[in-house]
């Protein structure tokens, strides 16, 4: 139980092209998502947490307007990088929250991520 | 001073040794503590989760945590090349959001 996919896997696209990563909860419904960055060698860093139904809440330093979150439904959050540059090159990796399991409250269940460069 | 520190090491031992993985915090509102274990390229992988105090054992892993330390570890028996990754430690205080270590790089060596 508690699998969370994402897709694409990787992508690779031109400088100033948008690109929307997919995170879906199969086997459980997550009121909430989350959405990190991982730099080569550095830990996680949270961007965003999602909220089905609402508005996401950003971190400090994440630009909304550029990492649009939508949160339609209890088993799907997107991520769309829009206008994307170089620098925008990282792996993304979202996460769930099993919250009807309920034992692991504070427990998250991480996808596999997504490969972004931008050229 | 970070929230919590964990040496990135990396860490190498020879197959079948214990390891000793470790993580330091300076909240005293943390309540919840979990191991992740990250292979290259991959998604973390929840390994281990304990709520305040105490041990807990699954097959070869066991997790400790000490809050009067404010220290956890996470140790590993009988290591395998497999358990070769990166281990990150997490914890909350119930907020739903993880605050998490750097990662601490293992190499098994066979």
């Known amino acids: 139980g508690a699998v969370v996919s994402q897709h694409p896997s990787w992508v690779i696209c031109k400088s100033g092209t948008s690109v929307k990563i997919e995170c879906r909860s199969l086997d459980f419904q997550a009121t909430t998502m989350f959405w990190y960055r991982q730099f080569p060698k550095q830990s996680l860093m949270l961007m965003a947490t999602?909220?089905?139904?609402?508005?996401?809440?950003?971190e400090q330093g994440v630009e909304k307007d550029k990492f649009l979150i939508n949160h339609a439904s209890l088993t799907l959050s997107t991520l769309t990088v829009t206008s994307a540059h170089p620098e925008d090159s990282s792996f993304y990796i979202c996460?769930?929250?099993?919250?009807?399991?309920?034992?692991?409250?504070?427990?998250?269940?991480f996808g596999p991520g997504t490969r972004l460069l931008v050229l | 001073q970070k929230e919590v520190e964990q040496d990135p090491g990396p860490l190498s031992v020879p197959e079948g040794a214990i390891v000793s993985l470790n993580c330091t915090y300076s909240?005293?509102?943390?309540?919840?503590f979990m191991w992740y274990r990250q292979y290259s390229r991959k998604g973390p992988e929840l390994l281990m989760y304990?709520?305040s105090s105490g041990n807990k054992e699954d097959g070869r892993f066991t997790a400790q945590v000490d809050k009067s330390s404010k220290y956890i570890s996470l140790f590993i028996r009988d290591s395998q090349p497999s358990d070769s990754a990166t281990y990150l430690c997490a914890m909350s205080a119930g907020s739903y959001q993880l605050i998490w270590g750097a990662g601490t790089k293992l190499i098994i060596k066979p």
């Open positions: 996460s769930a929250r099993d919250e009807v399991a309920g034992r692991h409250e504070e427990t998250q269940y």
């Open positions: 304990t709520y």
């Open positions: 909240n005293s509102a943390f309540q919840y």
């Open positions: 999602s909220n089905e139904g609402s508005k996401a809440t950003y």
